[in-house]
């Protein structure tokens, strides 16, 4: 079956450090590919998404390619903030839409100042 | 985005008890809600997708019997964990979801059976 692997956490870095968080998938089809965070006490957000090979999402700074050679799905920032921290969550859809979804294990992210 | 709301963000109850969450879109009517599990530093598993109106449809390995949902409004599902056990303390999470949008989350109810 799909399944979506990401770099293990916690991840602790500096304010303005270059952030990236590495995610795999494996899917038979061609998935939808997702972002999304959760702040503390919240539920989970969109952050950002690509429908199809070499599509690129981005949003609040931060980007993510669909490699379908590499079966990747990064997400990066330039520039990290404190309020960044949170968990990321990456994600498949085979449905297309951002409905049913095969997630990663998410990855703790810790902004200090 | 829209807002999903979900009820209690956290219960203890004692083992052999059921517990019922709720999942609530406020501001959109949800044809299609989701439910998923997540255990301490593993991914959210989808347990089940229900439909308003129609049986729900649940994943492989989970018992129906178990975790019982309803979706009786195009606003609320309910998920009843049966018999609660010490091994049905998780992190339970619902989305919502209208015809072709993305689904919205609520933000989790932590269920600890003692």
């Known amino acids: 079956g799909d399944s979506v692997t990401q770099m293990e956490g916690p991840v602790t870095l500096s304010e303005e450090a270059f952030l990236t968080i590495n995610c795999t998938y494996t899917?038979?089809?061609?998935?939808?590919l997702f972002w999304y965070v959760q702040y503390p006490g919240e539920g989970l957000q969109l952050l950002l998404k690509?429908?199809?090979?070499?599509d690129k999402g981005s949003n609040k700074g931060f980007e993510a390619t669909y490699r379908k050679e590499t079966t990747s799905f990064h997400l990066e920032k330039g520039s990290v903030q404190v309020s960044d921290s949170a968990v990321y969550f990456c994600a498949l859809s085979d449905l297309g839409g951002a409905q049913k979804l095969v997630f990663g294990q998410g990855t703790r992210l810790t902004i200090n100042p | 985005g829209a807002v999903v709301s979900q009820h209690p963000s956290w219960v203890i109850c004692k083992s052999g008890t059921s517990v019922k969450i709720e999942c609530r879109s406020l501001d959109f009517q949800a044809t299609t809600m989701f439910w998923y599990r997540q255990f301490p530093k593993q991914s959210l598993m989808l347990m089940a997708t229900?439909?308003?109106?129609?049986?729900?449809?649940?994943e492989q390995g989970v018992e129906k019997d178990k975790f019982l949902i309803n979706h009786a409004s195009l606003t609320l599902s309910t998920l009843t964990v049966t018999s609660a056990h010490p091994e049905d303390s998780s992190f339970y999470i619902c989305?919502?979801?209208?015809?072709?949008?993305?689904?919205?989350f609520g933000q989790g109810t932590r269920l600890t059976v003692v």
């Open positions: 690509a429908t199809k090979a070499d």
């Open positions: 229900s439909n308003e109106g129609s049986k729900a449809t649940y």
């Open positions: 989305s919502a979801a209208d015809v072709n949008t993305e689904a919205f």
């Open positions: 899917a038979t089809g061609y998935p939808s």
